[in-house]
């Protein structure tokens, strides 16, 4: 049985691999750990695919993934979360500013603390304030919003059962939200770790500030779609009953005053010519519209529904 998969996604790091790879290596035989590591290349051009060939030319533990171009970090994670067959799946940077030294205390995290998901703090950045700051920002946005104590989602240092991982499925720029997917899909237990956060060695960053806005438009979009997945009509149906209620409340006034004008002989305006009315009406269609949404994205959830929709810990039959 193995127990630790160390899955590292790569871009562009062909200086760091041979390094990393050894430092990794080492740590897992000082432990006496049975491991794989499996190096995904998310389309680089500079020559590190060439790079995990040879490391697993002289390490038979060594795993390769090669992508035909760049899909991004969330699609090199979700593939090595398939390839994984270790007991503990360990999610690392190739770009050397994790430290697999890490690794034995993530392991008895999950194994021994019993945590479905352990997630690094870098406490301590080597980054620049432009990075760190709104980084702090994001980090405190996303605990208000996914109720989750965490200080650092983005971590790229993380551990997980070999179960989590394979009930989950990220795509586009999910990563950031693994511990917040995983806890939609029933893994709650998640714990915590100050990591060590190191100097880059190799290359620059990959990534630019249009991270931190396509994060929180990411952010939106996981938690809408992990609680309304499988019930589109309480989120399209709350909507429509709000808009329908308040132009049939607004048109209900609307009429009232222009009887109750008539027959106090008063001079009230015509009900279509008040801009009010036009704004009722609006949030009448409005809210049919909603309702009628609702039911279609109910129809659609109720044909697509299947048995794989839904993570099963454990079975048995004692009558096969």
């Given at each position: 049985?193995i127990?630790?998969?160390?899955?590292?996604?790569?871009?562009?790091?062909?200086?760091?691999?041979?390094?990393?790879?050894?430092?990794?290596?080492?740590?897992?035989?000082?432990?006496?750990?049975?491991?794989?590591?499996?190096?995904?290349?998310?389309?680089?051009?500079?020559?590190?695919w060439?790079?995990?060939?040879?490391?697993?030319?002289?390490?038979?533990?060594?795993?390769?993934?090669?992508?035909?171009?760049?899909?991004?970090?969330?699609?090199?994670?979700?593939?090595?979360f398939?390839?994984?067959?270790?007991?503990?799946?360990?999610?690392?940077?190739?770009?050397?500013?994790?430290?697999?030294?890490?690794?034995?205390?993530?392991?008895?995290?999950?194994?021994?603390?019993?945590?479905?998901?352990?997630?690094?703090?870098?406490?301590?950045?080597?980054?620049?304030?432009?990075?760190?700051?709104?980084?702090?920002?994001?980090?405190?946005?996303?605990?208000?919003?996914?109720?989750?104590?965490?200080?650092?989602?983005?971590?790229?240092?993380?551990?997980?059962?070999?179960?989590?991982?394979?009930?989950?499925?990220?795509?586009?720029?999910?990563?950031?939200y693994i511990?917040?997917?995983?806890?939609?899909?029933?893994?709650?237990?998640?714990?915590?770790?100050?990591?060590?956060?190191?100097?880059?060695?190799?290359?620059?960053?990959?990534f630019?500030?249009?991270?931190?806005?396509?994060?929180?438009?990411?952010?939106?979009?996981?938690?809408?779609?992990?609680?309304?997945?499988?019930?589109?009509?309480?989120?399209?149906?709350?909507?429509?009953?709000?808009?329908?209620?308040?132009?049939?409340?607004?048109?209900?006034?609307?009429?009232?005053?222009?009887?109750?004008?008539?027959?106090?002989?008063?001079?009230?305006?015509?009900?279509?010519?008040?801009?009010?009315?036009?704004?009722?009406?609006?949030?009448?269609?409005?809210?049919?519209?909603?309702?009628?949404?609702?039911?279609?994205?109910?129809?659609?959830?109720?044909?697509?529904?299947?048995?794989?929709?839904?993570?099963?810990?454990?079975?048995?039959?004692?009558?096969?």
């Amino acid at each position: 049985m193995i127990q630790i998969s160390v899955i590292v996604p790569v871009f562009n790091e062909q200086e760091s691999l041979p390094e990393l790879h050894n430092w990794i290596q080492r740590v897992m035989e000082e432990n006496a750990f049975s491991y794989e590591i499996i190096f995904v290349n998310d389309g680089s051009t500079d020559g590190s695919w060439e790079e995990i060939i040879k490391l697993g030319k002289i390490n038979p533990f060594v795993k390769g993934v090669d992508f035909v171009r760049n899909y991004g970090k969330s699609a090199a994670l979700d593939v090595g979360f398939g390839k994984a067959q270790g007991q503990v799946v360990i999610t690392m940077d190739a770009d050397m500013q994790d430290s697999p030294d890490e690794i034995p205390e993530l392991y008895e995290m999950v194994v021994g603390g019993g945590y479905e998901v352990v997630s690094g703090w870098k406490k301590k950045r080597h980054d620049p304030i432009t990075k760190t700051v709104p980084s702090r920002f994001f980090n405190w946005v996303t605990r208000i919003i996914s109720g989750i104590k965490l200080h650092d989602f983005n971590c790229g240092l993380k551990a997980y059962k070999k179960k989590v991982v394979k009930n989950i499925h990220i795509y586009g720029e999910m990563h950031r939200y693994i511990p917040l997917i995983a806890k939609w899909n029933g893994f709650s237990n998640i714990g915590e770790k100050v990591v060590e956060h190191r100097p880059r060695k190799y290359g620059e960053t990959k990534f630019g500030i249009e991270r931190f806005l396509n994060g929180f438009l990411d952010l939106i979009s996981v938690s809408f779609v992990n609680r309304y997945k499988k019930r589109p009509m309480h989120f399209f149906g709350s909507l429509g009953t709000i808009s329908f209620l308040a132009g049939f409340f607004i048109t209900s006034w609307l009429i009232f005053e222009k009887i109750y004008g008539i027959y106090k002989g008063l001079m009230v305006r015509d009900i279509t010519a008040q801009p009010l009315f036009f704004l009722a009406l609006v949030a009448l269609i409005v809210g049919v519209q909603l309702f009628l949404t609702g039911f279609l994205a109910e129809m659609m959830t109720s044909n697509n529904s299947r048995k794989a929709d839904y993570n099963i810990d454990d079975e048995f039959n004692f009558g096969s």
